[in-house]
């Protein structure tokens, strides 16, 4: 070899280049995500496990079946998603299935999707996005599930017959184009029409003086016209004083309109008349008896009845009254106990059989049919050219409308038992929080929306009882095994019923109340919990937002079955809310680059977990997803995604040091076994070990947050400014097949592996990535070997080198300050000289070459002294090109001009 060569390159054992640490994380993500969703390693690792006498069941929450799928649930399939492979790895058997609640209105909201599997699809896809290791496109279940739905409505009849649930009949907005319930925070404009009722009876003569009773009118405004199909009353103001107004009409005849007082100029100057005069004022309770003549039907007769609620705001203190189509109609007919309520339109917003002139018509079309037939007969007295805000659909904008629909409740009653046994279960999840004793808002367990489980419930047109008997559940379930659960919800109670059915009042006409049940009604219809005769234990695990389980415990709380359910659970995992997003002014959250052009302001409305994956990676959401796992309330702020993907770099920078620099190791030929390394490589065993019992205790206790923060400190702290600093000369510098080099790549393989346990879970991508550097790296999923750690102590070892770190971490401060002050560039250019006390110099020049690697300085001089004291200055050797530390021996071997003593004889023996 050339005396004069100065390249030395190819003579070191430098890392190759592997796992780019600032490379796009879409990139990345997109080139992996087949290898990580093939179900393949699932399956095999379920296999590898099949001998196991353990098996891990997890139970959630049912996920509602939307466009979207939300932040909490998706959160919570994350979660899910840790658990299941921290279980395989383990060798458990492990089993879990998505429950997606639906109901059949969806399909008309998602134009974009033709079919409820389109949808479950698109969901399924975005959890598998996030990084799940099952492929839950063939085991997932849905309320619409044959078995699933007969079990559903079996759970209602038993609730229904043992009175653990009731009905209460309410008047509930809704929509009839998209079926939403929802209600818009913004208003819709509409107009008021004032209408002539022409009255037909005065018994009690208030109205004998005037001789044409037939030309006399009392005045109601409405703002739903087309409720006249099925008006019953006319509601009057109890304590309002109302006149008798007479005119001419434009024929010449007497007219009399009876007019609240307070409205009587304005009613006249609205309808452009302006020759009147008040003839009696009276008091609106002497008006409760007269009748009047419907406005669209001479034949139907009108009562007027008395209130006392104040209308005078809302309709001139007169107003018709259909009863269910709005509260306040409700209201004052329940006030006035005056019989049956009956809604006139279905769902779709069509007229029903009780409103026989206009039946099967939608209710838009029959107002304005309504409105010309009043202008007609002259009954239509005037349109307010000031419109009234009235409620609209949050979804679509619609005006929304009443309908009388039954609401479900848990009959709360008292029970010692059970209340004892919510308190063990809450105790069992760790949540401090007491159940009131009072009657909880989550008793009710239907809802008002579009979304839930739709059970057909049939009810007498004539006297409104509920047909809910063996029969009747019995055809139910017959039909659902026959046709299918959606063909189910769309049948006519005719179909439902096969005419074979008759009401106890006689009646043999029908309707079918669209009532829906919401999650918590679902959970009482599955098993949350199982028990498996095959396997020595079942490990019961319940994982649930805070939020659905507190209202799930609360409505269920006198439950008997659910509770049993419950008691069976060995853990659970309670997370916190996802907060609802909020619009932001301004530049959004997440985007790309593309989207924002040369705009400078945007709204942002939605900022959902999808919105990470796509910006950031799934490796990234999920750290994020662990590290807020703990907290009661979740926002979603890119600060904190960044801070994630800081510490996922700094991961990554870690594995990609311990990858490089064992791709030459051979297992087989080149492991060292542990009692054969060096102090070092002992004293980071027992690290590694004392990490992994840690570790092992968060996972079985679901404290990820903990498990997250322990890796991300050992990682930073103990590997990065410790052990990886210490062992580069080892590494780089040492011949390939040096015991030294073999025994810290050893160590390197055995922290791969303890890092991939317990890492891998939570970031699979990039162990995925990691795995396809390493030839005979198995899949994590199914390689035990390496799972178990022996317990080895190494006192007098990690004594050693706990004591070296120490003196580290003195010393470095006075290096940095040299590296500052521009003493010396690198480490390797520092003489270090410390002025310390006997005990610690004789320590140091014990161990004077391996303190020089922890600090990674060229020279150490120690001198005692009673005071402690450190001094940096260049050093005066010259530089190794090879080592490149600087010593007095550089050039004195005959071979090598530019290499130190320890350099030349390491070519020298190879």
């Given at each position: 070899?050339d ?20 490379a796009?994380l ?6 992996f995500?087949n290898?990580?969703?093939t179900?393949d390693?699932?399956k ?27 932040n909490?649930?998706l ?10 492979r ?8 492990t089993?879990t299935?998505?429950?997606?609640s ?6 008309n ?11 479950i699809k ?29 079990k559903m ?16 009949d ?5 929509c ?6 929802k209600?818009?925070?913004n208003?819709?404009n ?22 044409n ?16 199909i099925?008006?019953?009353n ?7 004083e ?12 007497t007219?009399?309109y ?8 304005d ?21 409760q008896?007269?009748?009047c003549s419907s ?9 007027c009845?008395t ?5 005078s ?14 509260y ?18 279905d ?17 838009k ?20 050219t000031?419109?009234i ?5 949050a979804?679509?904008g619609?005006?929304?409308?009443y309908?009388?629909?039954s609401?479900?409740y848990?009959?709360e009653?008292n ?10 279960i ?6 401090k ?11 009710k367990i ?6 839930g489980?739709n059970?057909?419930i049939?009810s007498c ?6 047909i809910?008997n063996?029969k ?6 017959e039909k ?22 008759v009401?106890e009042?006689g009646g043999?006409?029908f ?8 999650e918590s009604f679902?959970i ?9 005769t095959?396997?020595?234990?079942t490990y ?19 439950y ?5 359910e ?9 997370y ?6 909020k ?8 985007y790309?680059?593309e ?14 977990i999808?919105d ?8 990234i959401?999920r ?6 796992s ?12 960044k801070y994630?993907?800081?510490i ?6 870690t ?6 620099n ?7 030929e080149?492991?060292?076994?542990i009692q054969?390394?060096?102090d ?9 070990n ?21 890796i991300?400190?050992?990682?930073l702290?103990t ?10 000369y ?5 011949d ?19 890092l991939?346990?317990?890492?891998g879970?939570i ?10 550097y390493?030839?005979n790296s ?12 022996e ?9 050693k080198?706990?004591?070296i770190f ?7 401060k006075?290096?940095t300050?040299a ?7 690198d ?9 310390c ?18 600090l ?7 001198e005692?002294?009673?005071?402690f004291?450190?001094?940096?200055q ?22 090598y ?8 004889n390491?070519?020298e023996?190879?």
């Open positions: 070899m005396r004069n060569n100065k390249n030395f390159e190819k003579t070191l054992n430098l890392h190759k280049k592997v796992l780019n640490v600032y796009s879409e990139i990345r993500t997109g080139y995500t290898k990580l969703l179900s390693n699932y095999e690792s379920l296999t590898k496990n099949s001998n196991s006498r353990y098996k891990t069941y997890i139970s959630e929450m049912p996920i509602e079946l939307d466009n979207k799928l939300s909490n649930d959160l919570g399939n994350i979660l899910k998603d840790i658990i299941i921290y279980s395989l790895i383990t060798g458990q058997v089993e299935k998505l429950l997606f639906y109901t059949n209105s969806i399909e909201d998602n134009k974009e999707y033709k079919s409820m599997n389109d949808i698109k969901e399924i896809n975005t959890i598998n996005k996030s990084g799940s290791i099952i492929d839950f496109v063939k085991t997932y279940r849905t309320t619409v599930n044959i078995e699933f739905a007969k409505i079996d759970s209602f009849f038993e609730l229904y017959n043992t009175g653990k649930i009731y009905s209460e309410m008047p509930t907005k809704c009839t184009k998209c079926k939403n319930m209600v818009s925070k208003k819709i509409v107009q008021n029409y004032h209408i002539l009722f022409r009255v037909e009876d005065d018994p009690d003569y208030i109205l004998a003086e005037y001789n009773l037939r030309n006399t009118f009392l005045i109601a405004s409405t703002i739903r016209p087309w409720t006249l099925g008006i019953s006319l509601a009057i103001q109890n304590n309002e109302y006149s008798i107004v007479e005119t001419k009409s434009s024929f010449g005849i007219v009399h009876i007019i609240a007082s307070k409205y009587v100029d009613y006249m100057a609205n309808a452009l008349v302006f020759d009147y005069k008040v003839k009696k004022t009276l008091s609106g309770k002497m008006l008896k007269i009748v406005p669209i039907d001479y034949n139907k007769k009108i009562e009845i209130t006392n609620i104040d209308l705001k809302i309709n001139t203190a007169t107003m018709t009254i259909t009863p269910a189509h709005s306040l109609e409700y209201t004052i007919f329940k006030e006035n106990n005056l019989g049956q309520v009956r809604n006139y339109i769902m779709d917003g069509k007229v029903n059989v009780f409103a026989y002139d206009y039946k099967f018509r939608n209710y079309e029959v107002e304005l049919e309504i409105i010309e037939d009043l202008r007609k007969s002259d009954l239509l007295l005037f349109i307010d000031d419109k805000n009235m409620s609209k659909c979804n679509c619609s005006r929304l409308v309908r009388y629909l609401e479900w848990i009959n009653n029970n010692e038992d059970i209340e004892k046994d919510i308190m063990e809450l105790k069992k999840a760790s949540i929080i007491n159940i009131p004793d009072k009657k909880s808002k989550y008793l239907s809802k008002n929306t579009n979304k489980v059970i057909p049939i047109a004539i006297c409104n009882k509920k809910i063996d009747v559940i019995n055809q139910y379930k659902i095994q026959k046709h299918g659960v959606e063909k189910l919800y769309k049948m006519t109670p005719e179909e439902l019923l096969d005419g074979t059915i009401c009042c043999i006409f309707f079918k109340n669209e009532n829906l049940f919401n679902e009482l219809s599955s098993d949350i919990a199982t028990v498996n095959n396997y020595d234990k019961n695990i319940f994982i649930s937002n805070i939020d659905k389980f507190i209202k799930s415990l609360e409505i269920n709380r006198y008997d079955k659910f509770n049993e419950m008691k069976k659970i060995d853990k659970f995992f309670i916190g809310n996802i907060l609802k997003n619009k932001i002014l301004g530049i959004p959250k997440f790309l680059k989207d924002i052009k040369d705009k400078e302001e945007f709204i942002v409305i939605n900022i959902d999808d990470i994956i796509n910006k950031y990676g799934p490796d959401l750290l994020w997803a662990l590290h807020k703990k907290s009661k309330t979740i926002l979603i702020d890119e600060n904190n995604v994630e993907e800081r996922y770099t700094n991961i990554r920078k594995l990609s040091f311990i990858i490089s064992i791709l030459d190791l051979d297992y087989d080149n492991y060292i076994d054969s390394r060096t070092l490589d002992k004293y980071i065993y027992v690290k590694i004392s990490l992994h019992l840690e570790l092992i205790k968060c996972y079985n206790e679901f404290d990820f947050y903990k498990a997250y923060v322990l991300k400190d050992f990682c702290e590997l990065c400014e410790e052990y990886f600093n210490a062992i580069k080892n590494l780089y510098i040492l390939t097949n040096d015991s030294i080099r073999r025994s810290s790549q050893s160590t390197l393989y055995d922290l791969f592996n303890m991939k346990i317990y890492l879970p970031i699979p991508y990039l162990f995925i990535e990691c795995c396809s390493l030839e198995k899949s994590l999923l199914v390689e035990r070997e390496n799972n178990h750690k317990n080895f102590s190494f006192v007098q070892e990690y004594e080198w706990d004591s120490k003196f580290k971490t003195k010393i470095n006075y290096i300050k590296q500052n002050e521009k003493i010396i560039g480490t390797l250019q520092a003489h270090v000289i410390v002025e006390k006997k005990e610690l110099s004789d320590f140091v020049n014990q161990n004077i070459n391996d303190i020089l690697r922890a990674n300085v060229s020279q150490l001089d120690i005692v002294s009673d005071k004291n450190v001094t940096v260049k050093s005066d050797g010259q530089k190794c090109e090879r080592c490149h530390n600087y010593k007095n021996d550089v050039g004195r071997h005959v071979k001009r530019y290499l130190c003593n320890d350099c030349a390491i070519l023996n190879n």
